[in-house]
Every structure is written in structure tokens, then in C-alpha cells.
């Protein structure tokens, strides 16, 4: 499948072809089953990542703790302790920064601020005080911004300075080569081979539900810490391992002598044994240990 | 932060600019479930649901907002609680004897797939779903995920996709051995 095709059904899926454009592929599919069995598996795989990346976003919202909005009082008595604590420079700097004009200083306190916002700024601002003096201004460097809802850096003698985002230069990730001819597939295992000897084997509070009245015969379910296991899993004793490295934990699934992945899903998958000899080696190791 | 640059950063696939908008809309989105007749917990997950709609729609440079996100966000969760309360009062008059198994190999097709994907490392599954899913510019995509350039992401997207196909396909065909 040459790439101007595959770009083609790709845009296809994304419905970004033109009418005509559109008309054309689906001409040529009627004529060409393979292309037609082609986009069939296209489209499914289309619509599978689609699900994982919206489970992904998803369960980061589940994850995060919803704090209810203070009392508008509440709000009220924090701006006005935060603008009560600094010079009257740095309040006009922030209100500078954001869109809105410069307001009086009981403008400030009238004018209403988010709650993440008054919070990040408090901190800024007050490490803003305690280490910047106009004639350092500009030799200092900017920090990383702890939060991206303010988007300067906190040198508090600097008027009217519009929005700006703190420059963070990328993470350049070494590992792959990208002259290499030859199709490197180290990126594409997890985890990582390396970071397994490193790896502390730590409890988790991972609850399991074994389900052996199921339409799946050996299948799983992972999400929200639970996992849902179906199949015969009565007869034979099974174990979770989880390996933590520095960006994530992996779980895997230690039954009837091999080893399966665990991932994220809300909907059923089935259990892929691992094939890999030396992962399997690693998680023997580790599964010996504890 | 203004509404203005929320979709900005949005557009960009600024993750954090979501969490914002999670927090800034909660009460107000999950009371207008709750006071529909939702429990704390469909409020909450249609509020998700249509958060990520808007997500994507912005990412993908589907929408062009006149109105407040607030606006356009309530409006979402009030068509997807509908949809949900009409499926609910289908449900209770239809009898429980629907076919489990709609389609049996669409469902293998999917299990197959979606094993597959997790097959892949981290960083793979990242490029598809925000090529796939956002509708990211490679350019976004190389940023987001610390490339050099954005060639490194055209390439590595190029090979992970060719991983992909080549995993579904495999597995796929061996599966058909076993039947």
C-alpha cells in the first residue's frame, strides 16, 4: 500500500476528503475488495484509538480531585489578603498581564479571581518578593511555570508586559536514531527492558474479580484499579505483578506458568501471552521474589 | 484564564488546559444533571463524556465558538443526558432478551485490536491517538511529546502505524487458525 493511499484513507476516516475525493475511494473500493477489506480494518482501528485515547482522557478527569468552589466571600477575603501583602507594583503587573485594565487598587480586590488563579498567584508573587529587585530583573532567569493559567515570569517591577509563555525547551528523548535505515522496535515494547532490573516490586491495591460465567473466555477488563478477569481462573492460583518504573506502573498477570500484559481497557480484551524471553525471565524473577 | 486562550492551548493538546476547564465547570455542569434527574455519578460521567467531546472538537479544528465554553458545554451535557434518559425508558419497556452477541466478529475484530494497541510502548500509543483521536499537527505531536523535529514524528507515527497493522493483522490471521 503505497503512502499517498494510506494518507488518503486516512483523511477518509477523519472525514476530510472532498465530496469528490470521497466518491472516488469509495468507487475504487466497490471495485477492489481488498481495498474494501483494507478500509474495513482501517476504520476499526480508527475507531479502537479513538476509544483508548477517550478512555485516557477520561479516566485523567476521573483522577483528579473537584474541589467545590469556595464561597464567593471566601474568594473575596483571599484576593484581598494577597493584594493586601504585596506592593501595589506587582498587583498592576498582574492586571496588566491578564486583559483587563489597570485597575485601582480596590478595583483589584472587586475584580473576581478563579480559584486555581489566586492560589498560583499568591505563591509566585511571594517568591516574586523575596528575590527580585529591579536591577536583578533582568538578569534573571525565568522559571518554569508552576502553573500554565499564569503565563509570566514573576519579576514583579516589570509593567504592562503582555502574556508571554515561559519557554521550556523540549525534552529530546535520545533513544531512537533517526538516520537509522533499519526499523528500530526498542520504542515500541513495554516496558522498557533496562528499567525492570531497576524496578522495586510494591504492593498494589489492585482489586481483582475473577468472572467465569462470561462470554469471554479469557479475556480482561483494567480500569480504576480494578480488574475484572474472565474466564476459568478457579482451578489454578493467579498473581498480579506490577512493575513500577519513574513514568508509570505496569501490571502484569502471572497464570498457569506465562505471563500476560495488563492495560488500561473498559472494554473486554483478551490475555496476549508474553513471548519475550526475557521479560518473561524478569517477571519469573521478580514473581520469585515476592 | 480566558476562554479564548483555553481553546488555544486546547488546540494545542495543552492536557492541563482540560483539567482547568474540568474543575472551572464542575458544580455548575454536574448541577444541571443532578437537578435532571441524574445521581452524582451520571452527572459526573456525562459532564466527562462531554467535556471530551469538546476537546476533540477543538483539537481537531472542528469548532468555531461565538458563544461562552460554559455555553456550548452545558448544551452538550444536556443533549448527551437526554440521549442517555431515552435509552434508559427504551430499556425499561423493551423485554431483557436482547441478543448478546450483536455481532460476534466485529466484537473479536475490536478485542483483537484494542490488544494490540496495548501492545505498543507508551509513546507509540501516544502519536496514533493524537494523530487519530485530536487530529494533533505533527508539529503539536512532536512538541507534546519532546521530538527534535517534525520529521522525528511524521517517521516514528510512520512506523508505529505500520507496527500496528502488522500486529492486528498477525494476530488476526492466527486467530482465524484456532476456529
Not at chain 2, 456525562?46 to 471530551?52: C, G, R, T
Amino acid at each position: 500500500m503505497n503512502q499517498d493511499l494510506t494518507y488518503t484513507i486516512d483523511r477518509y476516516l477523519k472525514g476530510k476528503l472532498s465530496e469528490e475525493e470521497q466518491r472516488a475511494l469509495e468507487e475504487k473500493m466497490q471495485q477492489d475488495p481488498l481495498l474494501a477489506h483494507e478500509v474495513t480494518w482501517q476504520k476499526d482501528i480508527y475507531h479502537a484509538l479513538g476509544d483508548v485515547r477517550r478512555a485516557a482522557l477520561k479516566s485523567r478527569l476521573d483522577n483528579m480531585v473537584v474541589h467545590p468552589s469556595p464561597h464567593f466571600l471566601g474568594q473575596r477575603w483571599l484576593t484581598a489578603a494577597v493584594v493586601g501583602t504585596l506592593l501595589v507594583a506587582g498587583s498592576a503587573y498582574y492586571y496588566a498581564a491578564s486583559d483587563e485594565p489597570e485597575p485601582t487598587a480596590h478595583q483589584a480586590i472587586e475584580a473576581p479571581v478563579t480559584y486555581p488563579e489566586a492560589y498560583t498567584l499568591h505563591r509566585i508573587q511571594r517568591d516574586a518578593l523575596a528575590t527580585v529587585s529591579p536591577e536583578d530583573a533582568s538578569s534573571k532567569e525565568a522559571p518554569v511555570p508552576i502553573d500554565e493559567a499564569v503565563n509570566a515570569a514573576p519579576t514583579a517591577f516589570i509593567k504592562a508586559r503582555p502574556a508571554q509563555p515561559a519557554v521550556v525547551p523540549p525534552q529530546v528523548t535520545s533513544q531512537f536514531a533517526e538516520d537509522a535505515p533499519v526499523v528500530d522496535y526498542s520504542d515500541f515494547e513495554a516496558p522498557e527492558k533496562s528499567a525492570l532490573q531497576e524496578n522495586a516490586y510494591r504492593e498494589e491495591n489492585v482489586t481483582v474479580e475473577a468472572l467465569s460465567d462470561s462470554r469471554y473466555t479469557f479475556h480482561y477488563q483494567f480500569f480504576d484499579n480494578k480488574l475484572y478477569l474472565h474466564g476459568n481462573f478457579d482451578q489454578t492460583p493467579y498473581k498480579i505483578i506490577a512493575l513500577n518504573s519513574e513514568e508509570d506502573k505496569k501490571l502484569f498477570l502471572e497464570f498457569d506458568g506465562a505471563y500476560y500484559r495488563i492495560g488500561e481497557h473498559e472494554v473486554a480484551v483478551p490475555l496476549v501471552k508474553i513471548e519475550d524471553a526475557a521479560l518473561v525471565k524478569s517477571l519469573k524473577n521478580m514473581s520469585a521474589i515476592n | 484564564m480566558k476562554d479564548s486562550v483555553v481553546i488555544e492551548k486546547i488546540s494545542r493538546g495543552d492536557e492541563k488546559a482540560l483539567e482547568y476547564l474540568y474543575r472551572k465547570h464542575y458544580r455548575m455542569m454536574t448541577n444541571a444533571i443532578l437537578k435532571n434527574n441524574g445521581t452524582e455519578q451520571e452527572a459526573k460521567d456525562v459532564y466527562q463524556d462531554a467535556l471530551i467531546v469538546f476537546w476533540q472538537k477543538v483539537t481537531s479544528h472542528q469548532l468555531t465558538l461565538t458563544a461562552k465554553i460554559s455555553t456550548y458545554l452545558y448544551s452538550v451535557c444536556l443533549n448527551l443526558w437526554r440521549k442517555e434518559l431515552d435509552r434508559k425508558s427504551r430499556l425499561s419497556y423493551e423485554e431483557h432478551d436482547q441478543p448478546e452477541y450483536l455481532n460476534d466478529e466485529a466484537e473479536e475484530r475490536k478485542a483483537i485490536i484494542h490488544a494490540c494497541i496495548n501492545q505498543l510502548g507508551d509513546t507509540c500509543r501516544k502519536i496514533l491517538t493524537y494523530y487519530y483521536f485530536d487530529d494533533l499537527s505533527m508539529q503539536d505531536i512532536a512538541k507534546k511529546l519532546g521530538f527534535a523535529t517534525t520529521e522525528t514524528a511524521k517517521t516514528k507515527k510512520y512506523k508505529c502505524k505500520k507496527r500496528l497493522d502488522n500486529l492486528v493483522k498477525s494476530t488476526y490471521s492466527a486467530s482465524d487458525f484456532l476456529d
